[in-house]
């Protein structure tokens, strides 16, 4: 059976969708056919840009529309609870950037929306879809290390090296701290915090210190978690490295990941930017060090790829990775060390509820 592609529109058309945009060129089950934004201009210059001549500025004409698949939210994050449930109800399917929300009781609504909703519903992150990322899981799996024991998360975050940000697409993500939601833990972090449980499974309880710079920068942070379920311990080193140069073509920031297993370990360099002049990829074991050459280190595959994963899921029929349910719980995750880092003792994912964060973060329930 010949499938037509999907119609997909983006409602939001701001900094980070100049990576969304690429996975839909030559892509045979989806094609980016109409845009949304409140600002006309960034929408005049995206149409110029992508040759998509449909634009508007309300959202509720896209989802009116028959002919619309398909929709992408990839707005602010308090924007996301009411624009997925409405286009959930309108019957189509929806991709939502992380996180899922800014509260777990709008992301627990936007959930319930989509049990009842006929199409299906993901919360979009990148990082595990980054090809060296996804390598790693599968060398993790055949069992190349053996059983793993630590995996070690690394983030520096930079202010030269990088192409130019837009300050408005900064500035609003800083001044979430204001709130407690920081943008190395809660917003960047997100994707770390993805991918542990990509890596390690469901996280049973973490700890943390947590400080601040420059009035809104949450860092530096040093947390460490346990998985449920096995022996396994992870950790986030978080620092603040204003004058370190880091070569990217995306963002000022530094990743590595560390996982030391029984047989071996893996060394992870490189994501958004590229600082060590390594491989990819280090796999050690036998005495023996394995560079992988041959991976596609540029950032953007992990967006192309991902993209590319949503709609080839539903054609497929098959479970999207990235679930509604994940990115709960990914948000009560960094609601916990937010929380951990505060009162300054353990704190389980599954016990965290607005409640609680609202009282440790502005001293109120």
């Known amino acids: 059976m010949v499938h037509q592609p999907l119609r997909a529109a983006m409602i939001g058309v701001g900094d980070i969708t100049m990576l969304h945009q690429p996975a839909y060129q030559d892509f045979a089950l989806a094609d980016l056919t109409a845009l949304c934004d409140v600002d006309e201009d960034m929408l005049a210059a995206r149409r110029a840009e992508w040759g998509v001549e449909r634009i508007t500025t309300d959202y509720k004409e896209l989802l009116a529309d028959p002919e619309i698949d398909l929709v992408e939210v990839n707005t602010p994050h308090h924007l996301h609870k009411d624009l997925v449930i409405d286009a959930l109800a309108a019957g189509k399917h929806v991709a939502c950037q992380k996180p899922i929300s800014i509260s777990i009781a709008d992301a627990e609504a936007m ?98 210190f947590t400080h601040c710079s420059m009035a809104y920068i949450d860092e530096p942070a040093q947390v460490i978690w346990c998985y449920r379920d096995k022996k396994l311990l992870g950790s986030f080193d978080i620092a603040f490295q204003p004058n370190i140069y880091n070569r990217s073509k995306y963002f000022p920031a530094d990743e590595r990941i560390n996982i030391i297993g029984t047989k071996g370990m893996i060394e992870l360099t490189c994501c958004t930017g590229q600082i060590m002049d390594e491989a990819g990829l280090i796999l050690y074991r036998d005495g023996v060090r394995y560079c992988f050459d041959d991976l596609d280190l540029d950032w953007k595959y992990s967006f192309i790829n991902g993209i590319r994963d949503f709609p080839a899921a539903i054609r497929e029929n098959r479970e999207c990775l990235l679930t509604g349910e994940r990115a709960l719980n990914i948000l009560k995750f960094a609601y916990a060390i937010i929380i951990a880092g505060r009162i300054g003792r353990e704190v389980k994912p599954e016990e965290v509820s607005d409640e609680w964060f609202r009282e440790v973060v502005h001293g109120r329930a």
């Open 111 to 208: 959930l319930a929306a989509a049990e009842k909703a006929s199409g299906r519903f993901r919360v979009f992150e990148n990082f595990v879809f980054y090809p060296p990322y996804v390598k790693a899981k599968e060398l993790i799996d055949a069992g190349e290390i053996g059983e793993v024991l630590t995996i070690r998360f690394k983030l520096g975050t930079c202010l030269f090296g990088s192409r130019w940000v837009p300050l408005r697409a900064e500035l609003w993500h800083l001044l979430e701290y204001e709130h407690g939601r920081g943008q190395a833990i809660f917003d960047d972090g997100y994707h770390k915090l993805s991918m542990a449980i990509f890596l390690g499974g469901a996280i049973e309880a973490v700890k943390g």
